[in-house]
């Protein structure tokens, strides 16, 4: 990771956000793709207190610490800036690595800030250096699964969008759509039939040499986009 621990764990952190920083250039690191025009976002809440055990370039992300919540007039950050680093990334032979010692994950799940969701994807989408497999563009919210097997590819759409999506339970589905669905294929294949197996509905088809494009109508609780490879 490019760190060494310093035996503390901070937090829970109040007030406190993560300065957007911009690079040597004057460009921001990938991270922070997606939050043009904002200086700063919402921190985690615990954070694991480190040092650098390389040396890196200017953090994309660094500490802006907590302030008091009371009285009202003293409702500001007593510190605008520090260069503790709350993101390292380090790139090494064909290797990434993105480290962030707070703790986003638990903080996005338990607060749902759009914002930590997007810092989450931006770190997966630089560390993986490569097109996604599947991308999904249309309303809702959905659960990706892609199979591959030797002579065809699935995609699993699983509809999510409900006001108890957090629960053990769902009041009704709540249909979304249309949906574009993006498919790499693996190198070297190309696209036979392409079916919706739930539905069974014959889907609009875009192909290239590279991927498939399906569009589904809607989705209701379930969908599979079947994928013959040739």
Avoid at 61 to 68: D, F, K, Q, V
Avoid at 159 to 186: A, D, H, Q
């Amino acid at each position: 990771f490019g760190v060494r621990y310093r035996g503390r764990i901070e937090g829970p952190m109040k007030n406190s956000y993560a300065r957007i920083e911009s690079g040597p250039d004057g460009g921001r690191h990938p991270l922070a793709a997606g939050f043009e025009g904002a200086e700063r976002i919402v921190n985690s809440v615990f954070r694991v207190d480190v040092e650098p055990a390389v040396r890196q370039s200017t953090s994309p992300l660094t500490l802006i610490p907590g302030y008091p919540d009371l009285p009202m007039e003293q409702l500001f950050p007593r510190v605008p800036k520090t260069d503790i680093a709350l993101a390292y990334v380090r790139e090494f032979g064909n290797g990434r690595v993105v480290y962030l010692p707070g703790d986003f994950d638990r903080t996005f799940w338990e607060f749902l800030l759009e914002d930590h969701a997007r810092l989450l994807k931006n770190a997966i989408l630089w560390a993986a250096n490569e097109e996604q497999p599947v991308t999904v563009a249309g309303p809702g919210l959905l659960d990706v699964t892609v199979w591959r097997q030797r002579d065809s590819m699935t995609v699993h759409l699983v509809n999510l969008s409900n006001p108890m999506t957090m629960r053990g339970y769902f009041r009704e589905f709540l249909p979304v759509g249309p949906l574009k669905v993006r498919i790499r294929l693996p190198q070297g294949t190309t696209a036979g039939a392409v079916r919706l197996l739930k539905s069974a509905v014959r889907p609009l088809v875009a192909n290239s040499p590279a991927a498939v494009e399906v569009t589904i109508p809607s989705v209701l609780d379930h969908e599979v986009v079947a994928i013959d490879l040739r």
